[in-house]
């Protein structure tokens, strides 16, 4: 017996878009045969490749904005940066403000999980291995320096080549591994670390909170941290912001609850969290919104210019749309996807925040654009002043207040370069990983494509016997199917990607 539960995360690791995961059918799966997938790719790519010479196309898989600083990706696998760079967030080896983008050192293998806190960033290469750089705020760069020094060149975390999920935050960060193990480091004032206490008031290496190991995604804002587990689960620790609310759940010995992970309601189909100043909204696999905390400035979106309720300890449901795709906030502001690839926003609008040509308030979400081709989009998370998108092309998409040229962008604007197509070597997966590894339950296969493309997943077991052969069609960036395992035979399985290149290939062993 099988399921699968197919999703992306959103947040701090921007992805392309893909249709809502838990629809009737998660993976999109298709009837037609395989050989009839691939030869519409070759004939695709036949023209591409015709077309090469004088073809362009927007080049982005991911990109990211915190305190006027923002990180892209570009499909060759290279970082760039621009803005607000005193801190040296945007890596580019000085403190200099960077209006236009500009490379983050010269490598080209970095993956699209990469995060901005108030004064530094962080970011995981194909090869699992994490890397920061910025300034050293309560040893939030967790590489056991106690001093307040200034990384202006990403700078490699120990020697581990595990790390799969990264959070960033004021003056601090957290990390998952790719056994689902929660790691923390850096300023513990508010319990920020999770290790149950407030001691290790700056950590400066990352250490393991608690010993849960079934951890998939972490979100972090203004000294709270929110994360998921892989059963679906939401948790909360850290700051319960002004209002008191912020962690979503009532605490029974606030001296000590707020300073471990202690689970939001009982709902089991969290899929992501965005964190504001003093609250935080969460999207369910069933496509619906969820807010907890303050709502002084509408962030509820249910129309209310004065904000009522003005709290809400517990979570409650944000309208009653159920074709949400994926959300992110700043601490006053909202903006989300739609499954359509649209584009929807309320809040605080003061800046041309939201990027729909006005200015004043929005106590309701409304539909920014007529632009039905939005793949990613997201809020600058720290201050407030404007947003980036992707759309389906990879193009790079900016509006709002641009700190980096001190001037508003009123409507959505193109940004950053082209990169001709002849330039771009086609790698299809990269770095496929299934964890836990031994799995008792449920084991999460993790890659990254380089375009969208068809995709046969084969599972066998170790005497060669197939279990599993599904066809569907991947997106580019990063996938993630989660399989049930539980009634599986103890031993150890193969899992195989194929694509029209080849086979990539992982094992996995069953308690």
């Given at each position: 017996?099988?399921?699968?539960?197919?999703?992306?995360?959103?947040?701090?690791?921007?992805?392309?878009?893909?249709?809502?995961?838990?629809?009737?059918?998660?993976?999109?799966?298709?009837?037609?045969?395989?050989?009839?997938?691939?030869?519409?790719?070759?004939?695709?790519?036949?023209?591409?490749?015709?077309?090469?010479?004088?073809?362009?196309?927007?080049?982005?898989?991911?990109?990211?904005?915190?305190?006027?600083?923002?990180?892209?990706?570009?499909?060759?696998?290279?970082?760039?940066?621009?803005?607000?760079?005193?801190?040296?967030?945007?890596?580019?080896?000085?403190?200099?403000?960077?209006?236009?983008?500009?490379?983050?050192?010269?490598?080209?293998?970095?993956?699209?999980?990469?995060?901005?806190?108030?004064?530094?960033?962080?970011?995981?290469?194909?090869?699992?291995?994490?890397?920061?750089?910025?300034?050293?705020?309560?040893?939030?760069?967790?590489?056991?320096?106690?001093?307040?020094?200034?990384?202006?060149?990403?700078?490699?975390?120990?020697?581990?080549?595990?790390w799969a999920f990264v959070a960033a935050d004021e003056k601090n960060s957290a990390a998952i591994k790719t056994n689902s193990t929660l790691w923390?480091?850096g300023d513990n004032q508010s319990g920020q670390l999770g290790i149950g206490s407030t001691v290790n008031f700056n950590q400066l290496a990352p250490?393991?909170?608690?010993?849960?190991?079934?951890?998939?995604?972490?979100?972090?804002?203004?000294?709270?941290?929110?994360?998921?587990?892989?059963?679906?689960?939401?948790?909360?620790?850290?700051?319960?912001?002004?209002?008191?609310?912020?962690?979503?759940?009532?605490?029974?010995?606030?001296?000590?609850?707020?300073?471990?992970?202690?689970?939001?309601?009982?709902?089991?189909?969290?899929?992501?969290?965005?964190?504001?100043?003093?609250?935080?909204?969460?999207?369910?696999?069933?496509?619906?919104?969820?807010?907890?905390?303050?709502?002084?400035?509408?962030?509820?979106?249910?129309?209310?210019?004065?904000?009522?309720?003005?709290?809400?300890?517990?979570?409650?449901?944000?309208?009653?749309?159920?074709?949400?795709?994926?959300?992110?906030?700043?601490?006053?502001?909202?903006?989300?996807?739609?499954?359509?690839?649209?584009?929807?926003?309320?809040?605080?609008?003061?800046?041309?925040?939201?990027?729909?040509?006005?200015?004043?308030?929005?106590?309701?979400?409304?539909?920014?654009?007529?632009?039905?081709?939005?793949?990613?989009?997201?809020?600058?998370?720290?201050?407030?002043?404007?947003?980036?998108?992707?759309?389906?092309?990879?193009?790079?998409?900016?509006?709002?207040?641009?700190?980096?040229?001190?001037?508003?962008?009123?409507?959505?604007?193109?940004?950053?370069?082209?990169?001709?197509?002849?330039?771009?070597?086609?790698?299809?997966?990269?770095?496929?990983?299934?964890?836990?590894?031994?799995?008792?339950?449920?084991?999460?296969?993790?890659?990254?494509?380089?375009?969208?493309?068809?995709?046969?997943?084969?599972?066998?077991?170790?005497?060669?016997?197939?279990?599993?052969?599904?066809?569907?069609?991947?997106?580019?960036?990063?996938?993630?199917?989660?399989?049930?395992?539980?009634?599986?035979?103890?031993?150890?399985?193969?899992?195989?990607?194929?694509t029209e290149s080849g086979t990539y290939e992982c094992k996995v062993i069953k308690n």
């Open positions: 017996m099988f399921a699968f539960i197919s999703y992306i995360y959103p947040s701090c690791n921007p992805q392309p878009k893909i249709p809502h995961p838990f629809i009737a059918n998660p993976l999109r799966l298709y009837g037609r045969s395989s050989n009839l997938l691939f030869m519409k790719v070759k004939i695709t790519f036949l023209l591409l490749f015709i077309f090469s010479c004088t073809a362009f196309a927007q080049c982005y898989t991911a990109a990211y904005t915190a305190y006027g600083t923002t990180i892209a990706r570009r499909t060759d696998g290279t970082l760039w940066a621009k803005g607000f760079n005193f801190n040296g967030t945007a890596g580019t080896g000085n403190t200099v403000q960077q209006p236009n983008y500009i490379q983050i050192g010269t490598d080209n293998d970095w993956s699209e999980n990469f995060c901005i806190g108030d004064t530094h960033a962080l970011a995981v290469k194909n090869d699992g291995t994490l890397w920061v750089w910025g300034k050293n705020t309560n040893g939030c760069l967790g590489l056991g320096l106690s001093t307040l020094n200034t990384i202006v060149t990403p700078t490699q975390i120990g020697t581990d080549n595990d923390t480091w250490i393991q909170a608690g010993s849960d190991n079934n951890w998939a995604k972490v979100f972090s804002n203004d000294s709270t941290y929110f994360a998921i587990k892989a059963d679906g689960t939401l948790w909360a620790w850290g700051s319960v912001g002004t209002s008191n609310c912020k962690l979503g759940y009532i605490a029974t010995n606030p001296a000590l609850d707020y300073c471990s992970p202690h689970q939001v309601g009982t709902a089991t189909n969290w899929i992501s969290i965005a964190v504001g100043q003093n609250m935080a909204i969460g999207l369910q696999a069933n496509g619906m919104l969820w807010a907890w905390g303050g709502n002084s400035t509408s962030q509820f979106g249910n129309g209310t210019a004065n904000g009522t309720p003005t709290v809400a300890s517990i979570p409650i449901q944000l309208g009653n749309d159920s074709d949400w795709q994926q959300i992110s906030m700043s601490n006053v502001l909202c903006v989300a996807l739609k499954n359509n690839g649209t584009r929807w926003g309320w809040g605080t609008n003061g800046g041309h925040q939201l990027g729909n040509g006005l200015n004043g308030n929005v106590v309701f979400p409304i539909q920014l654009d007529s632009h039905t081709d939005w793949a990613f989009i997201s809020i600058d998370t720290k201050a407030y002043q404007g947003g980036n998108g992707l759309k389906q092309d990879q193009s790079l998409i900016i509006w709002g207040y641009d700190l980096a040229i001190s001037a508003p962008r009123p409507f959505p604007v193109q940004e950053g370069i082209s990169c001709p197509l002849a330039n771009y070597v086609f790698n299809d997966v990269i770095h496929l990983v299934a964890f836990p590894n031994p799995v008792n339950d449920f084991v999460t296969i993790r890659y990254q494509l380089d375009r969208n493309m068809p995709i046969m997943l084969q599972l066998n077991n170790n005497l060669g016997q197939q279990i599993l052969n599904k066809e569907f069609i991947g997106v580019s960036g990063r996938n993630e199917l989660n399989l049930f395992m539980k009634n599986f035979s103890s031993g150890l399985y193969f899992i195989n990607l194929k």
